[in-house]
């Protein structure tokens, strides 16, 4: 299959011949589907807690804070030009020496331009690429006002003016303040102060692509001080890239590896699965983690931040119980009295689903079961309520050996042309904001290896486009879908008012990312 160049190839980037081979028969082979038992909901796989509960459950995290490592990490990578397709398209299609912009919006029915104009001075880079316009356009004074916003937008996007769809959201301005807008990557450092940092001292881990790391390092270095200053709290920041060693091939639609022009195999990212390997570098006790673009003003944050602290004092407290029966277990100091409590509470608090024999076992046998369920690493999730149409989020799945767990699904993994599956999908009452705690050591305080608990067959395959051929793109199991699927989860309702993610432009005009 592969000639000495290819293995070349292969092998400088770290990934094994059998397991290029693997890539190669699992899109041959097809996606595998989640299968649905039921979707998860309030009191059925979801936890709600009432004020009380969750003011002792925060405090239960505030007084054991100082005590832990903790980390927040953030996927980074990517840029933002998905953030600005529309404008793009607006580029493409509009002229202004031929149509004025509102005969453009009503032909086009173009709502997205529509509204980005009427808040165009809201938007927190319009100082910033107004005062470029004008220092780059010579006739700036003479420019008609649709002129004004066709330039506008190429200022924003051309790679010889501002280039704003090259950099990745977090070094994007993403708030306006009295004394300047700052970048989303500022605002998670602030916001690590709230509820991700101990002792005075914050983590935060990005991941980034290579070809940005560099901007990353000047942005911080142009606010690091100032912020440490004004939070009383000392940054440690660490940057990683996605491994050469998680890429992936691509099949043409004839099921042949697809090649670049120079007869090279073409590898590509693997999707946010891919960065299982960078998480699991990371030795902290306590690991957060947040999408770069889910983050709002100041004021706003200081609210919702309050709901990471719950996640993080839901996942103490499970897993102080859980160290506690471990190690009773590892001890054989267990009645049958405990294992019963212990099945209680794997039941009732850790969603976990005992297989059919378990009462058949004998003690020992109970005993070696327990250790396997318990011993594992755990996550925390918020799930938030669904707002329109449900799609993927928190559901019961059955995998090939019968075992029944709580799943975070993707809507690629539903075979939703299945009338049950369909069922279950339009009965989801929650969906996932990607907001989660995570417990990644043993009761011993020894890390687990996270690659051990990973679902192989809940990887996704695409159809994409590589020089306008059609290929089948292979991805990794998703970061918290399959590569999380063997953890013992822990889903928890939180408002909707801690979801805020920025997917056009468009969304930094809603109320959570303007200040008041």
């Known amino acids: 299959m592969f000639s000495d160049k290819d293995i070349q190839q292969i092998e400088s980037k770290s990934i094994t011949i059998d397991a290029v081979k693997a890539q190669v028969l699992r899109i041959k082979n097809g996606m595998s589907y989640s299968n649905l038992i039921a979707a998860a909901t309030t009191g059925e796989g979801i936890e709600e807690y009432n004020d009380t509960e969750t003011k002792a459950l925060i405090k239960f995290y505030q007084a054991k804070q100082n005590e832990l490592s903790t980390v927040k990490f953030v996927p980074a990578s990517g840029a933002a030009s998905r953030m600005f397709k529309f404008l793009f398209q607006f580029l493409n ?6 149509e004025s912009l509102n005969d453009y919006i009503e032909k086009a029915n173009d709502v997205l331009i529509k509204t980005f104009v009427s808040g165009l001075e809201d938007f ?52 306006k303040y009295a004394d300047g807008s700052l970048t ?13 940092s101990s002792n005075g001292y914050a983590n935060l881990h990005f991941t980034v692509s290579e070809k940005h790391q560099d901007y990353f390092n000047s942005e911080l270095n142009k606010f690091k001080s100032s912020l440490e200053e004004k939070t009383r709290t000392i940054f440690n920041i660490s940057f990683s890239y996605q491994k050469e060693a998680t890429e992936v091939l691509a099949l043409t639609t004839n099921n042949t590896i697809f090649r670049n022009d ?3 195999i073409l590898f590509r990212p693997a999707g946010h699965g891919a960065l299982l390997e960078n998480l699991n570098d990371l030795n902290n006790d ?26 993080a004092g839901v996942l103490l407290e499970v897993q102080d119980q859980t160290f506690k029966f471990l190690k009773q277990l590892e001890n054989n100091s267990v009645s049958e009295d405990d294992l019963k409590g212990m099945v209680n509470f794997a039941s009732n608090k850790m969603n976990l689903v005992f297989d059919d024999n378990f009462e058949r076992l004998n003690s020992d046998e109970k005993i070696t079961y327990l250790k396997e369920k318990l011993n594992r690493p755990i996550r925390v999730c918020g799930m938030v309520k669904n707002e329109g149409e449900p799609g993927g989020g928190p559901f019961w799945v059955k995998d090939e050996n019968g075992n029944t767990s709580l799943q975070i699904v993707e809507f690629a993994q539903i075979d939703i042309d299945n009338s049950a599956q369909s069922d279950i999908v339009k009965n989801a009452t929650h969906f996932n904001p990607t907001d989660l705690v995570c417990g990644v050591k043993n009761y011993k305080g020894e890390k687990f290896n996270l690659m051990d608990f990973v679902d192989p067959e809940a990887a996704f395959i695409t159809m994409k486009t590589q020089n306008g051929i059609d290929i089948q ?26 979801f805020n993610p920025v997917k056009t432009v468009n969304d930094l005009l809603k109320p959570v990312h303007q200040v008041s």
């Open 124 to 175: 927190p880079f319009y100082e910033s690429v107004l005062s470029k316009l004008k220092a780059t356009h010579p006739n700036f004074n003479n420019l008609s006002t649709d002129e004004l916003y066709a330039e506008f937008v190429k200022t924003m996007l051309n790679e010889d003016a501002l280039n704003y769809s090259f950099f990745p959201k977090g070094l994007l301005p993403f708030h």
């Open 93 to 98: 299609n509009f002229d202004a020496s031929k």
């Open 262 to 264: 120079d007869d090279s």
């Open 286 to 311: 306590i690991i957060f983690i947040k999408n770069i673009d889910n983050i709002v003003v100041a004021d706003m944050n200081r609210k919702v931040s309050e709901y990471k602290k719950l996640l």
């Open 473 to 498: 793109a292979l991805e990794l199991p998703g970061l918290w879908n399959g590569s999380m699927a063997y953890w013992n989860s822990i889903f928890v309702e939180v408002p909707l008012e801690t």
């Open 184 to 196: 989303a990557f500022h605002e998670h450092l602030f916001e690590s102060t709230l509820y991700a």
